[in-house]
């Protein structure tokens, strides 16, 4: 059974910064891509970022390119996502996923396991 356990998030002013963790169980961690998501009150889960096993791909969505970095440390079992320049409509809660297929996807039906997610808050 794998664990993700999602760390950082937190009530930040617009225009401020937060990093988010996401450490995972199991041995075979640096053999999978990783995604975050996120999911606004009253909204469907939406794609953020993803990483290729190695960490030599990542893709992101439109709305957060050039502002976020997805990371990891594959020694460590942990993914980061370093959100700079935050908005209001960045507010949501925030999950991170292992994904199925070893390339960047988007698609959350190419996750299997999910964190229980942590929330951040950007007050304008």
């Known amino acids: 059974q794998v664990q993700l356990v999602e760390s950082g998030g937190g009530l930040v002013q617009a225009g401020g910064s937060l990093r988010l963790s996401c450490a995972a169980s199991?041995?075979?961690?640096?053999?999978?891509?990783m995604g975050w998501f996120r999911q606004a009150p009253g909204k469907e889960r939406e794609f953020v970022a993803a990483?290729?096993?190695?960490?030599?791909?990542?893709r992101y969505a439109e709305s957060v390119k050039g502002r976020f970095t997805i990371l990891r440390n594959n020694a460590r079992n942990t993914v980061y996502l370093q959100m700079n320049s935050l908005k209001p409509e960045d507010t949501a809660v925030y999950y991170c996923?292992?994904?199925?297929?070893?390339?960047?996807?988007?698609?959350?039906?190419?996750?299997?396991?999910w964190g229980q997610g942590t929330q951040v808050t950007v007050s304008s």
């Open positions: 996923a292992r994904g199925t297929v070893s390339y960047s996807s988007y698609l959350s039906d190419d996750y299997d396991y």
């Open positions: 199991g041995r075979t961690f640096s053999t999978y891509a």
């Open positions: 990483i290729t096993s190695s960490g030599s791909f990542t």
